[in-house]
């Protein structure tokens, strides 16, 4: 009987097939304009959307690893000519969370929080003149990506304000014992959220203009 001849696999072959696997790894990961795959996007989104402000937490300890991450989530916002403008104070020490949370009328739930993170504009690192109160938003886009990452994390936490209320930014200086040129825009305690709370859905479509105000 005739044996069929048996092909050989060669070297050059297999290269290909581990090329062919590659390319169908990327393709997978990655559309073909280089942007990420869509489920990437659509879990950012649903975080955005699943953020609430938690004001009841558990006992359980934030790690600093923890903490340090919402800072890291802080720093990564945008800020007017890049100018970073900002501290962040983080707070877990119990007797000065307790100090912040019988001091600040709007704040209280800081007694029951095992953490916070004070946001605070740094005006020595700030634009001058008009320009100076960038730091505002440039600091209120860190506290966003805060929350953000804070319910990323499955942490809960709540923006709560100092800056403009000239009491409540005297209480904080005082109390985190600030220098002059550094302004708390606001307290954000943090915690495991005690209890299952639901993002208020704030779609208004009447608050969408196109192109006009029409
Ligand atoms: C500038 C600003 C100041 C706020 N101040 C306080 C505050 O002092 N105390 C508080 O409990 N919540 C405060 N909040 C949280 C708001 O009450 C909350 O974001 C709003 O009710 C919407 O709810 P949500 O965060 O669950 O979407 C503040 C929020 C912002 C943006």
Redesign the pocket.
């Known amino acids: 009987m005739n044996k069929r001849p048996v092909k050989k696999i060669g070297v050059a072959n297999i290269v290909n097939i581990l090329l062919a696997i590659c390319v169908l790894i990327l393709v997978i990961n990655f559309n073909v304009d280089g942007t990420k795959d869509m489920s990437e996007n659509s879990s950012i989104l649903e975080v955005i959307h699943q ?3 938690v ?1 009841n937490y558990t006992d359980k300890k934030v790690s600093e690893e923890q903490l340090e991450t919402l800072v890291r989530a802080g720093m990564a916002a945008p800020t007017a000519v890049n100018k970073q403008p900002w501290s962040f104070v983080v707070v877990n020490d119990r007797e000065i969370l307790d100090k912040l949370g019988n001091e600040l009328p ?2 209280k ?1 800081l007694k029951g929080a095992p953490a916070a993170v004070i946001v605070c504009g740094d005006l020595s690192k700030a634009l001058e003149g008009w320009e100076q109160e960038f730091w505002i938003q440039d600091c209120s886009a860190a506290t966003e990506n805060i929350l953000i990452a804070a319910e990323a994390i499955g942490l809960g936490a ?4 100092a800056y403009p209320a000239k009491d409540r930014m005297k209480t904080v200086i005082d109390i985190l014992n600030l220098p002059k040129h550094i302004i708390p825009l ?1 307290v954000i305690p943090v915690g495991y959220p005690k209890g299952v709370e639901k ?2 859905d ?1 779609w208004k479509p009447e608050n969408l203009k196109w192109n006009s105000w029409q």
Not at 158 to 161: D, N, S, Y
């Open positions: 953020r609430k402000s004001r709007y704040a739930m709540v923006w709560t304000a606001n993002p208020k704030k």
